[in-house]
Structure formats: C-alpha cells, structure tokens
C-alpha cells in the first residue's frame, strides 16, 4: 500500500493520520511547528482510544505503529504517492506551503488539499504540479465522518481526481465528486442554505435558535442521517419524487417568495445567536461539550455500522 | 388521563394513535370511510409488533386495548379533552371537517391539525371553537418522530397552545412552539431552504442528486440528528457560535450571492429528478424502501435513547 504524506498537524491532519493508517497505510506527519506535532502525537493516541472503545477500530497499537513523524517536509514526502494538506486555512500560507511541496514533490504524487472554502484555483496555479493539485474537503473527523467532497482546478486532471476517489473509497470514506469550482463546495452550499433560514425564522421572531436545533434534530434530521434529502422526499410520496414535487412543489416555491432577500451575516447577528447559545451552554464547557459531540458521532457511527448489517443499507 | 379523539385514521392518524395510547391515553379514532378505519385496526397492530422488535414499547397488547374505533364524529368526540385531527390534505375538506367539529364539540375541547401546509387561519375563522384550534404539525410517522410544530391562527388562545404543548410533551413528543403562522411552518422552511440549494446545485451540473445525498447522509447529516443545525456550529470554532460567523459568516454571504435567483420547481426538473431516483430504485419497490426506512428510524429512535443514558444529552 502506497505511502501517505500529511502536511499539517492538527485536529484534522490528526484525524487524517488516523484514517490512511488504520486502512493499512505507512503515514508520515509534518507540521511547520514542533510543538503542534508533537501534540498531534499524544492526541492520536487518546482518540485511537476512544475509537477502539466504541469498537470502531480493533488494534490500535498497529495504527500508531504505522503513522511516523517527520521534522522536514522532504522527508516526510519522500516515497508518497499522496499527500493531504491541512494547513490553516488561509491562502498566503497555503500558497506558500505549496510553493515548497511543489519543489520536493514526486512526479506522480498527488496533492488533495482539506481547504473548507478556498478553491484549488486559488493557490495551485503557477505550480509545475497543478494539474495533481485538487480539494479533498473532508467534514471533521474525516475518522469519524466519511464525506470527502473532491473538487478540481480547471487544471486538475481527471487521473487524479480518480486516483483520490478510489483511494478514499479503499480506506473507507465516503467521496463525492465535484464537476467545477463552486463557493463552500457542496456540503456548506447546502449547509449555508439551511442556516440562512434558520437565521431568518429566528430574526423573524417565528421561534427560537434551540427551536430549530429541536426541529432538526427530532425532526428531519434523523432521515437525513441515513438517506439523504432526496431519498427522504422520493420516500415521501407514495408515486415518488416527482410525486412529491407536484404535492409540495407549490408550497416550497410560497416559501421561496417568501425568502428571497439575502441574508446579513452581521456582527449583531452574531451577537444576538452567541447570547442565546451561552445561556445553553457557558463559553467554559465549550470544549468538553464538543468531544461530547466525537463520541456520540463515533456511536452513531457504530450504529450505523450496525444497522446496515442487521436491517439492510 | 384525559381521553384523546382523533378524527382521520391513514397512516398519520394511525401513528397518533400509537403516540396516546403507549403513553396511557384513551384514545378514539374516527374515518369518513369505514374501510379506512378498518385498515387502520391492521396496521397499527403490525407497527405495534415493529415498535416492540426494535423494544420501543414494552407491552402492545395494552396499547392496543387503550384504542377504539367510532363509527360516528360524535362518539368519537364525546368526552375528548383534546382531538387530533389528520384528514386529507385539502383546504375545502379541512373546511367541512372542522364545521362538523365545532357542533359537536365540548366546551373546553382543543383541537389540533396535523396539516404540513395549510395554516389554521385558513379553515377555522368562522368556527365558535375557533379560539381552541391550532396546527399540531408531526414529522411522519409521530410514534417514532418527535417533533411537534405548534402554530397558532391570529385567534388562537395561549391557553390552548400551553395546554397542546404540555401534552406533547408528557406523551414522549418534542413540541416547538411558533410565534405567528408562516408558509411551511418550521421543519418545511428549513427543508425546502436545503432542498432548493441542493436542487441548484444539481441542475447547475456541479454534482448528482446521488451526491448531494451523499453529502447530508455520510457528512453533516449525521450532526444534525443528535445536534440541531446551530449547536452544530457553536461547537465548530472554538470560540463559540460568534467566532464562527466571524470565521465562516463571509463565505455564507458568498454562498448567498451565488444564489439569490429565486428556483422553478418546475415539471421538467422533476421528471429528471424521477428518472435519477428510478435508475437507483424502481418504482415498484418505493414501498418496501420506506417501511424499511421506518425500521431504520425505530432503530435510530433506540439508539438515541441509550446513547442520551450512556453518553449523555
């Protein structure tokens, strides 16, 4: 199995290590500071853990075993076929990160990048290995949560966006291939989508931030978790999709007329969402309440797991 | 504890039915057609012995014993503090239903609608009971789904819905509770905001509808159904939500702009839409694909329920 190089250190170049190396893969991890990677290394071991625990994986001493850290990135690329970068997400440094990696670079490696909203375009066009260049966007951690949205530089060539899909669908993830270039991808499209009306029902006075959380999460949230929004409304009609676009078809185009101002994401916004949250939820428990959050993604993960198996995917 | 009447005994009747009587309510159902209410004495018996399987429910047998058939609106109104009411989806229906009601109706009896798209305003302004009626709009099927979207009309009294909100909850129900009537209430606003995105994105050719389900299913999707869309990202930046619209507020309002052209739910998209979701499953088998996305939510209801008690809520 080929060599994994991973340029950048924290939690999602953590998370990363963690998926190539339990599929079997000698990984090597970079990052520019020494510190965050030899953090990196105690935080892989204590989520090895938890995975284990939730019987997401069997040996974990035989994943630490693979993953290696490297203080050069020359080293740590030398020999890999792929390297996944997960640098901060800014573009001067991702256009600087690049800039070195295009120097050290083998020439068939391929460089997918964990950028959630810079387009490849944007960094990798003055780069002899542009066209091995594309975004591999996972949702985090990619080790708990299988999407990978691929996205292509109007340079990228299609063997590498194939090289990529295959090689995440070997270890495990779940990717999608993008046709172009298109602000926040696929999954923050959608995501913003639905955070713009909630914002709106909220500004609006309709019901409150925790009423759309319960909406969503005791509602169509749970179909949405194991089929997505076009199996779940292909399912809710008895003669199918089109079915249910001739049934509701006029009542979401009502909601569209209702809805068509853009949103200001402004800092009063912000302000009014973040004082309703810290009421739920003081500022000091935002960490502890967020590995809450990996560990029940690492049930449900299980879960799901099992279901397949028992009820059919 | 109270007697609950419920006047429409399909599949949304049905499931209401099981939501009472599990919890130790009487309950009375009631259907214009008689075939309908005999159809409906089968199918909850068999969703009884599915929610018993999946350990849903301890004991069917007294359920089923808790559930009686009426043959006229009266009986089954007679003594009812509260009715639910779940008939076809049609305005002049809705209409004819609720004048029946309001002759036979007691004096402090509140009456709910399970309508997803007519607002209350529409069909009760002229009935005396006017001021006790509200739309109690469920997720399907309510005795695995809890979500209950409370709506008020202009008359509606508080009292009413204090009391509606309050049995939701005491029977095992996740009732939010609406300030004012709006097109799709909650649950289908931030639906059809999803939808409408992810139909762009597909007829914009950036990737299949397979994809987009893809997307939501094995990436945010599985967030949402623990943790509503606004906890989501209050843990996603480690300052809290505010950071995060700090962070990420820019690419939504990019998102927006890309995407303010309001969407044609027209024919034609939904005949490519059908033809998409026909290649995947045929139509013969939509059936069989959604009473095993209803075991798929039993099971996902058990799952919740034990990681709430292991992990915590």
């Known amino acids: 199995m080929e060599k994994i190089a991973l340029i950048g250190s924290g939690l999602v170049g953590q998370a990363w290590a963690i998926v190539f190396a339990r599929a079997g893969h000698e990984v090597a991890l970079y990052d520019a500071s020494p ?58 440094v991702k256009r600087e990160v690049y800039k070195d990696l295009d120097r050290v670079v083998g020439d068939d490696t391929i460089i997918g990048s964990s950028t959630s909203g810079i387009p490849a375009s944007a960094f990798t066009e003055s780069l002899a290995c542009r066209a091995r260049c594309l975004v591999a966007h996972p949702i985090n951690p990619p080790s708990v949560t299988p999407l990978v949205e691929l996205c292509p530089a109007p340079w990228t060539d299609a063997t590498a966006m194939d090289y990529v899909f295959e090689l995440m669908t070997r270890v495990g993830q779940s990717p999608i291939r993008l046709k172009k270039e298109t602000p926040g991808f696929v999954a923050n499209r959608l995501q913003g989508a639905l955070l713009s009306m909630a914002l709106r029902l909220v500004e609006d006075g309709v019901c409150t931030a925790e009423e759309v959380d319960i909406a969503i999460r005791d509602g169509i949230g749970r179909r949405w978790s194991f089929i997505g929004p076009f199996e779940t409304i292909d399912l809710n009609a008895p003669g199918g999709i089109a079915d249910y676009i001739d049934r509701y078809g006029p009542l979401y185009e009502e909601i569209e007329r209702s809805t068509i101002a853009p949103l200001d994401w402004s800092p009063a916004l912000a302000r009014r969402l973040e004082a309703e949250r810290r009421e739920r939820l003081p500022a000091d428990r935002l960490s502890e309440r967020s590995e809450w959050r990996d560990r029940r993604l690492m049930a449900l993960a299980g879960h799901n797991r099992a279901a397949d198996e028992k009820i059919g995917k």
Chains 1, 2 share one sequence.
Not at 58 to 84: E, F, H, M, N, W
Request: proline share 3%; no cysteine.
């Open 35 to 92: 510190m965050t990677l030899e953090q990196a290394e105690v935080t892989i071991a204590s989520r090895l853990n938890d995975l284990t625990r939730f019987k997401l994986i069997d040996d974990p001493d035989s994943v630490l075993g693979r993953i290696s850290y490297a203080i050069k990135t020359s080293d740590a690329v030398a020999g890999a076929r792929y390297i996944q970068e997960s640098v901060p997400e800014r573009l001067e």
